[in-house]
């Protein structure tokens, strides 16, 4: 499934939802505000009819046994009835005056024995309840108890409301809810239609925002796919979004620079490597088929110094291809040096060790000026710098003549005393291969400082290159301390 589907459907599930929600708030407070109409309508009713402002419905005839007794004119408040405004309504014998009456609720008079003195078109229920309440008399100026019940009458649902009258007895109002059902299943209805006209909306907007949010992902994966297809990581990429889809589309050409720049690099090791390689194995193949031209004529004769300047000769190919191929995995297995530990070290202690043990391989005096400072390294790292340094500085030094190391402050410092390093040529000393031109017939693959430059990189430093007080060349590098 696509982005713009999913964004679509999720859109479109998420409308549904709020509308769900909002639906049945709304649904819930309708419902509410219906039912408390509905009960301030009853108790509006039962309190009119009390106070005699509308009139009493269906008085059923008169009972001499009840003629005195079903007094109404004690009702809330002393209800407006045959004895005036402020006297009774009535007892149940005397006819209520005939004031006006709307049929759209059921009233019913109830005295205090139960027994049904009027009704309306349908006779009211008298539940347990009721019967509790019509034995209440309240008193002048309290508030007569009452309460509310949902009952059903031949089938139909009505809301009815009693009220206790003060002589005893009570009023019941009710109404109908089949309207009300009627308004709440026809909300139910247009909610739900609303819901779903906003889903599909939402899903459709959804799409449409996924479409034009994806046009620049789907330009990306376009061009992603053309690289895999044609290896040509130099195809340029559309940015120009200040969003995070711009920033990820600056990051995938930064990605393809990078790639571009690692290739070129790979392509130049290879080239220059091969460059290298080339030139001891031609030595030694020549010096190989002399031999075999030797062995191969009886006449021939080969004196001792012949053969030990062809074995020396032979020799010296062989150590200049093994340090050219260990210089290579040195620079290989830097490369993947990310892992490293690093921990703090004293410079000092790691430049002397080293210092201690190139002395011990030539016979050459190398001078030390190291103050003690501490750093965040590899102490194996930063070992194989200084012993590349020192490398170099024994190459190009004349035989007899000193090196000197200063140690201070995070700075590293190889002086020597040879023809020092052109201004042209310090830019270029840390690359791969690269050999000045007064150097290329000496000894060496042009590896070492380039191992140097990137072990120094890893720890945040920098390297240099400058003439010194002697003359010679002054290299070195900077670590950060702690």
Known sequence: MSLRSRLAILFGLLALVVSAIVGAASYQAMRSEVSESTDRFLESRAIEVTRGIREQPGNPPLRPNRANTNDLGNGANGANGANGANGAIGDAATLLPRLPFDPDAIVQVIDRDGVVLSSGSNELPITDAVERLIVERPRPGESAPDRYDDVEIDGTSYRMYTRALQGGGAIQVARSTTENDAVLSVLVSRIAIIGLIAAVLAAFAGWWIARRTTRPLRRLADVAATVADTRDVSIDVPVGRPDEIGQLAGSFREMLTALETSREQQHRLVLDAGH????????????????????????????PEDRRELLHAINSEVGELSNLFTELMELATDSHDADATMEAVDLAEVVSRSVERWQRRVDRQISLNAESVMVSGNEAMIERAVTNVLGNAHKFSPPGEPIDVVVRDGFVSVRDRGPGVAVADRARVFDRFYRADATRTMPGSGLGLAIVAQIVERHGGETWVAESEHGGADVGFRLPTI
């Not at 290298?276 to 009886?298: C, G, H, K, Y």
């Open 276 to 303: 290298e390689l080339r030139t001891p194995l031609t030595s030694l193949r020549a010096n190989v088929e002399m031999l075999q031209r030797i062995d191969s004529r009886p006449d021939a004769a080969l004196t």
